[in-house]
């Protein structure tokens, strides 16, 4: 291999494989190292007896940057939009039908009649609402403020959850939750056949035939610069790699670590709060239950979706079931305790038809929570660091535009991008 890249690539998620992609495609000669023993990052799906097990529910905003991305790169895939009625809520203990439509909002008992009559002009208002306002503002104080019954609070909070995998309301900025929201409402989300190892077969093949050099199993220790500019990354093995350019697509305290001398990269590992959640993931060689496929906690932060409802995840007759307790440091309970309960009692006798069982306390969803303080999207950074000249960031903490996948593409995009018109590596190539 050719020990001088026009293009460096550390991490081999979504936002790498995509970048490397539109970088090969341009003429650049690229290398995307990977620590994993394969590309996929936190997009990988575990595969066991025939089931699909994405790492914790994966759903695909549709109408957004990645299908966008997925697109103009020709990476292939089908799935299916989950049903947006048939689904319970839990509150108090108890089930109710989740308002999802006129008729679901009328007749379900986890609203009073003034909160239900509210609740409909919300419905009707919040696809018109205007995010940009509401950048600084916390969630917490946007619920307070903007909604009179505390019930059509808790279920506006719900929706906020469901949208961003969020929980932490007095950190999370109220205009960007609420653009997710519409993003939600307004477009729905794809369940993938087969989960999201599709996409990232798809990338990765898309990088292959575009002349990426893909190297797993080999981890980047640290980014040489000099004279200002990046000039090699240097590899755990011993090796180091020449490059014009590098984009980090990993974690803000991956790069901050690769790159030192940063203090731009320092200070935004500082400021990231990661959104995690708490997931039990299980494959069934039967639903105990046809419905509901679909349960959302309100005063509790959880969700259950019978994803295999959708998707093509199980051999036949089997499940996949996906529940997750949001932001578990701040839940307060035991969740996995929390989410065998939820399962208990949506899918009594689930356990006689387990296959598969994985619960990962503590998955880190999204690397930084869009915060109020900062004015929300605008206190992400750029895809281009300020201080170290030559090097380049994506991922789902970066850039202007969208949270989750759809963070990671469009900066992705945005990174190849600003890296396809430096003028020193225009010339260089
Ligand atoms: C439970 C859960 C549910 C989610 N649900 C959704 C959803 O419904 N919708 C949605 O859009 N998104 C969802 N996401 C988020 C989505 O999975 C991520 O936004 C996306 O996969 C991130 O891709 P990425 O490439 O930016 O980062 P990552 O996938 O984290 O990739 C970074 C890669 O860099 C590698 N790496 C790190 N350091 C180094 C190094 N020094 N050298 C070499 N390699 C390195 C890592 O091994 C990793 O493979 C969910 C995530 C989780 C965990």
Redesign the pocket.
């Known amino acids: 291999m050719k020990t001088t890249k026009d293009v460096v690539v550390?991490?081999?998620?979504?936002?790498?494989l995509a970048a490397a992609a539109y970088l090969g495609r341009a003429g650049r000669s690229v290398a995307l190292?990977?620590?994993?023993h394969a590309?996929?990052?936190?997009?990988s799906t575990q595969e066991s007896h025939g089931f699909s097990l994405n790492?914790?529910?994966?759903?695909?905003?549709r109408g957004g940057a990645?299908l966008e991305v997925l697109r103009e790169l020709g990476v292939r895939y089908t799935g299916a939009t989950p049903p947006t009625s048939g689904g319970l809520a839990l509150d108090r203990g108890a089930l109710h039908t989740l308002p999802s439509g006129a008729l679901s909002l009328l007749t379900t008992g986890l609203l009073p009649l003034a909160a239900k009559i509210e609740m409909g002009r919300v419905f009707g208002g919040l696809a018109a609402a205007n995010p940009a306002p509401l950048a600084s503002v916390p969630v917490s104080t946007w619920l307070r403020d903007a909604f009179r019954a505390p019930e059509v609070r808790r279920l506006v909070g719900t929706l906020v959850r469901l949208s961003t995998?969020c929980a932490d309301d007095d950190r999370q900025s109220a205009g960007a939750a609420l653009a997710q929201v519409q993003h939600a409402l307004g477009h729905g989300?794809l369940y993938l056949d087969g989960g999201w190892k599709t996409l990232v077969e798809g990338l990765r093949d898309a990088a292959v035939a575009a002349g990426v050099e893909i190297l797993t199993g080999?981890?980047?220790?640290q980014i040489a610069a000099e004279g200002g500019a990046v000039s090699a990354v240097e590899l755990a093995n011993g090796d180091r790699l020449g490059a014009g350019a590098v984009l980090v697509?990993?974690?803000p305290r991956?790069a901050a670590a690769?790159a030192p001398a940063s203090t731009a990269l320092a200070a935004h590992a500082e400021r990231a709060v990661p959104i995690r959640?708490a997931?039990l993931d299980v494959a069934l060689s039967r639903l105990p239950r046809p419905r509901p496929l679909f349960v959302l906690g309100v005063d509790r932060p959880l969700y259950l979706s019978v994803h295999s409802g959708a998707a093509r995840l199980a051999p036949g007759g089997g499940a996949v079931i996906h529940t997750?307790q949001y932001s578990p440091e701040l839940a307060g309970r035991d969740a996995e305790r929390e989410l065998e309960d939820l399962l208990d009692r949506v899918q009594p006798g689930y356990r006689d038809a387990l296959v598969e069982r994985r619960f990962l306390p503590s998955?880190?969803?999204?690397n930084a929570v869009v915060p109020a303080e900062g004015g929300g999207y605008a206190a992400r950074p750029g895809v281009r660091v300020p201080d170290l000249d030559g090097l380049f960031l994506?991922?789902?903490w970066v850039g202007p535009t969208g949270m989750?996948?759809?963070?990671?593409f469009a900066s992705a995009r945005d990174a190849a991008g600003a890296i396809l018109s430096r003028r020193a590596l225009d010339r260089a190539a």
Do not use: M, N, Q, W
Request: overall charge neutral; aromatic content about 4%.
């Open positions: 550390i991490g081999g998620g979504l936002a790498g190292v990977e620590k994993a590309p996929g990052g936190r997009a790492l914790g529910a994966h759903a695909l905003y990645a995998y989300v080999v981890r980047a220790t697509a990993a974690s991956a690769l959640a997931c997750a998955l880190v969803v999204s994506a991922g789902d989750l996948a759809d963070a990671s």
